[in-house]
């Protein structure tokens, strides 16, 4: 049943890839009815509380473009690329890391996809390359976080052998910062560029997208055009909730808590993140002239729609397959490990395809290395392993990369696994492996 069942879950990804946008969410959704209905396995539940935070960042992003914000800031990026476009593929992947790494969660990724992808078009730039890397990137800075989840359980898993969280963070920070830049080189010149590849050029003439405008020209008197200032203030709107989400994941204690049955319950990042973004849509909409109707109808909301549809479907199919099937799937690779304890990494990496977490993955497999007697420098140099949930293309930051590029160079291949984001994410997960292995053996 198991590779029936797996048949239908790659088919659904097949086909709902084939069709695109909204459509892989639909597929998605009904394979999770087929496994459900036909073979009798229990759904999980949605992913409700990511699909609510794209929803939340998605209406900030589109208010930003509905008052002019992201003009404001396709200008200024181009002024920073003119003399060096590809740029921002080095830039933008550095820029998801550090707002993963202080807000804990690769979510906030969501704030700056559509912007990465409209300053890559504007500026000429394929814009696969800076939003693969940049998804893979906010995946890295959870295991160099220092308040994720993942971080978390293998500190505690390590604190018995005197293992401190600097132990972890000097040896995952620079490990993971040198895969991320290894990612970058990697995608550097991948792909035909912006102006030749077939997809982008049928959509241009299809007239689904216009293309990039040059420059307006300069007015009568030698001036240029004037920004207007609400869009400038909606852009530092925008940029102030950025920073108050990493400031609420980087010190709880900013964050509310209430006493529910004699126990303290704090507000979680999840809700931190929708209340943050829906204020500033709201403050956008207020002080800087966001249109509510043009809202709805920009390209940046319509997209981010899609991407909600999208993962509705799709991850609730794999979560419930990958759930329904653990017990079969995790003893094999236990085995694994055990006949060869140098294939942890290895182990670690297939695991967290499995279960879509990099917290989940090491605290299934954590306590089976402590058990193999591996060295706390080897367990903390295979963290990064933990992030392979990108080679099955169904997590919730790569399809919102995906239907962000407007271009269509960000996309899923035919044969589903040759998608925009596994070659930076091979690179960039070997390379933190290594080097994490490498520091730890000298700093430990």
Same mark, same amino acid.
């Given at each position: 049943?198991?590779?029936?069942?797996?048949?239908?879950?790659?088919?659904?990804?097949?086909?709902?890839?084939?069709?695109?946008?909204?459509?892989?969410?639909?597929?998605?959704?009904?394979?999770?009815?087929?496994?459900?209905?036909?073979?009798?396995?229990?759904?999980?539940?949605?992913?409700?509380?990511?699909?609510?935070?794209?929803?939340?960042?998605?209406?900030?992003?589109?208010?930003?473009?509905? &008052?002019?914000?992201?003009?404001?800031?396709?200008?200024?990026?181009?002024?920073?690329?003119?003399?060096?476009?590809?740029?921002?593929?080095?830039?933008?992947?550095?820029?998801?890391?550090?707002?993963?790494?202080?807000?804990?969660?690769?979510?906030?990724?969501? #704030?700056?996809?559509?912007?990465?992808?409209?300053?890559?078009?504007?500026?000429?730039?394929?814009?696969?390359?800076?939003?693969?890397? &940049?998804?893979?990137?906010?995946?890295?800075?959870?295991?160099?976080?220092?308040?994720?989840?993942?971080?978390?359980?293998?500190?505690?898993?390590?604190?018995?052998? @005197?293992?401190?969280?600097?132990?972890?963070?000097?040896?995952?920070?620079?490990?993971?910062?040198?895969?991320?830049?290894?990612?970058?080189?990697?995608?550097? @010149?991948?792909?035909?560029?912006?102006?030749?590849?077939?997809?982008?050029?049928?959509?241009? *003439?299809?007239?689904?997208?216009?293309?990039?405008?040059?420059?307006?020209? *300069?007015?009568?008197?030698?001036?240029?055009?004037?920004?207007?200032?609400?869009?400038?203030?909606?852009?530092?709107?925008?940029?102030?909730?950025?920073?108050?989400?990493?400031?609420?994941?980087?010190?709880?204690?900013?964050?509310?808590?209430?006493?529910?049955?004699?126990?303290?319950?704090?507000?979680?990042?999840? @809700?931190?993140?929708?209340?943050?973004?829906?204020?500033?849509?709201?403050?956008?909409?207020?002080?800087?002239?966001?249109?509510?109707?043009?809202? #709805?109808?920009?390209?940046?909301?319509? *997209?981010?729609?899609?991407?909600?549809?999208?993962?509705?479907?799709?991850?609730?199919?794999?979560?419930?397959?990958?759930?329904? @099937?653990?017990?079969?799937?995790?003893?094999?690779?236990?085995?694994?490990?055990?006949?060869?304890?140098?294939?942890?990494?290895?182990?670690?990496?297939?695991? &967290?395809?499995?279960?879509? &977490?990099?917290?989940?993955?090491?605290?299934?497999?954590?306590?089976?290395?402590?058990?193999?007697?591996?060295?706390?420098?080897?367990?903390?140099?295979?963290?990064?392993?933990?992030?392979?949930?990108?080679?099955?293309?169904?997590?919730?930051?790569?399809?919102?990369?995906?239907?962000?590029?407007?271009?269509?160079?960000?996309?899923?291949?035919?044969?589903?696994?040759?998608?925009?984001?596994?070659?930076?994410?091979?690179? #960039?997960?070997?390379?933190?492996?290594?080097?994490?292995?490498?520091?730890?053996?000298?700093?430990?």
């Amino acid at each position: 049943m198991l590779w029936l069942e797996l048949v239908v879950v790659l088919a659904m990804i097949f086909v709902g890839a084939r069709v695109g946008g909204a459509g892989l969410g639909m597929m998605g959704g009904l394979g999770v009815a087929l496994l459900a209905f036909v073979f009798g396995e229990r759904p999980t539940e949605p992913p409700i509380d990511v699909m609510l935070m794209i929803a939340a960042v998605c209406t900030a992003a589109a208010c930003l473009q509905a &008052s002019g914000g992201m003009d404001y800031l396709v200008k200024l990026a181009e002024k920073a690329l003119r003399s060096y476009p590809p740029a921002v593929t080095f830039v933008a992947p550095l820029v998801a890391y550090v707002f993963t790494l202080f807000a804990g969660t690769g979510h906030v990724a969501y #704030a700056i996809l559509p912007v990465i992808a409209e300053v890559s078009r504007d500026a000429g730039v394929r814009p696969e390359r800076p939003l693969s890397i &940049s998804v893979i990137a906010s995946q890295q800075a959870i295991t160099a976080s220092p308040i994720s989840a993942a971080t978390v359980a293998l500190l505690g898993l390590l604190a018995p052998a @005197h293992v401190t969280l600097l132990n972890i963070l000097s040896i995952c920070i620079p490990a993971t910062v040198l895969g991320v830049l290894a990612g970058s080189l990697a995608v550097f @010149h991948r792909g035909v560029e912006l102006a030749d590849d077939p997809v982008y050029k049928q959509r241009l *003439a299809a007239g689904e997208l216009k293309a990039p405008e040059p420059k307006a020209a *300069a007015a009568a008197d030698g001036g240029v055009p004037v920004t207007p200032i609400t869009a400038k203030i909606a852009v530092l709107l925008f940029l102030a909730a950025a920073v108050a989400i990493v400031f609420l994941g980087s010190f709880p204690g900013l964050r509310p808590a209430w006493t529910v049955d004699g126990k303290v319950v704090q507000m979680g990042m999840a @809700h931190a993140i929708e209340m943050v973004m829906l204020s500033v849509s709201a403050l956008m909409v207020v002080f800087c002239k966001a249109n509510v109707e043009e809202v #709805a109808k920009g390209t940046v909301f319509r *997209a981010g729609m899609q991407a909600v549809i999208a993962i509705f479907g799709i991850a609730w199919l794999g979560d419930t397959f990958f759930q329904a @099937h653990l017990a079969e799937i995790q003893p094999p690779l236990e085995r694994l490990v055990q006949a060869v304890p140098w294939l942890f990494a290895v182990a670690l990496f297939v695991m &967290s395809i499995l279960l879509y &977490s990099q917290a989940a993955t090491i605290r299934a497999l954590g306590p089976l290395g402590v058990a193999l007697g591996l060295p706390a420098f080897g367990l903390i140099g295979a963290f990064p392993a933990v992030n392979g949930y990108f080679f099955i293309p169904n997590y919730p930051t790569l399809v919102a990369a995906i239907n962000f590029d407007r271009t269509g160079t960000t996309r899923i291949g035919k044969w589903v696994l040759n998608h925009s984001f596994q070659l930076p994410g091979f690179v #960039a997960t070997t390379v933190a492996v290594v080097t994490g292995l490498v520091l730890g053996k000298i700093l430990m």
